[in-house]
């Protein structure tokens, strides 16, 4: 891991752990969501509230008013709610990816008819790599557009370099997502 990435990381916990909503906050969230949506982000640990309310603020700086990606931005790590991440998970998450990113994927696959129990050590892994979907279900199941749910599905999806130039209106929206989600 390099050290500026070392650097962010630190910096992204020390938020995570320190930072609190405000009034603004929660009418800002208001603004965009429906009132079963608002039910749905109320249900993410405080530290994914406030990391998706930077993702929000930094697209809406960049200029972003589609509708659609304001509500992927603040539901996209909405399916993390089925297991909640412990802090020593998160760390353990963020140390593997840095080092054996392949094996993220491996340990985070879940076989069909597999539930989160039993999984041990992987549990963070499969919530990791599954959350999503997981989230695109739950966005769904609230009456969320078919574009929200799609980014919401997609977050973390990589896209090949070519795809670029023939990229759809979902896939511009998609990087753009990514690119704040990943800075914040």
Same mark, same amino acid.
């Given at each position: 891991?390099?050290?500026?990435? $070392?650097?962010?990381?630190?910096? =992204?916990?020390?938020?995570?752990?320190?930072?609190?909503?405000?009034?603004?906050?929660?009418?800002?969230?208001?603004?965009? &969501?429906?009132?079963?949506?608002? @039910?749905?982000?109320?249900?993410?640990?405080?530290?994914? %509230? *406030? /990391?998706?309310?930077?993702? $929000?603020?930094?697209?809406?700086?960049?200029?972003?008013?589609?509708? !659609?990606? %304001?509500?992927? +931005? &603040?539901? /996209?790590?909405?399916?993390?709610?089925? +297991?909640?991440?412990?802090?020593? @998970?998160?760390?353990?998450?963020?140390? *593997?990816?840095?080092?054996?990113? !392949?094996?993220?994927?491996? #340990?985070?696959?879940?076989?069909?008819? !597999?539930?989160?129990?039993?999984?041990? #050590?992987?549990?963070?892994? *499969?919530?990791?790599?599954? /959350?999503?979907?997981?989230?695109?279900?739950? +966005?769904? %199941?609230?009456?969320?557009?078919?574009?929200? *749910?799609?980014?919401?599905?997609?977050? =973390?999806?990589?896209?090949?370099?070519? /795809?670029?130039? @023939?990229?759809?209106?979902?896939?511009?929206?998609?990087?753009? &997502?990514?690119?704040?989600?990943?800075?914040?």
């Amino acid at each position: 891991m390099n050290t500026s990435r $070392l650097i962010y990381r630190s910096r =992204q916990f020390w938020q995570a752990i320190t930072t609190r909503s405000t009034q603004d906050d929660t009418d800002l969230v208001s603004s965009i &969501l429906s009132p079963s949506q608002i @039910e749905l982000f109320n249900l993410m640990q405080k530290s994914e %509230q *406030v /990391h998706s309310l930077r993702v $929000l603020s930094e697209l809406r700086n960049r200029g972003a008013e589609n509708r !659609d990606l %304001q509500t992927a +931005a &603040l539901l /996209h790590d909405v399916g993390k709610v089925r +297991a909640p991440l412990r802090l020593w @998970e998160r760390v353990l998450i963020v140390i *593997v990816k840095a080092f054996y990113p !392949d094996c993220v994927k491996k #340990w985070g696959s879940i076989p069909d008819g !597999d539930t989160l129990n039993g999984l041990g #050590w992987r549990r963070a892994f *499969v919530v990791a790599e599954q /959350h999503p979907v997981w989230g695109a279900v739950l +966005a769904s %199941q609230c009456g969320t557009s078919p574009m929200a *749910v799609s980014l919401i599905a997609r977050h =973390q999806d990589q896209l090949p370099p070519s /795809h670029i130039s @023939e990229s759809s209106e979902e896939d511009s929206l998609l990087r753009k &997502l990514q690119a704040v989600d990943d800075i914040n």
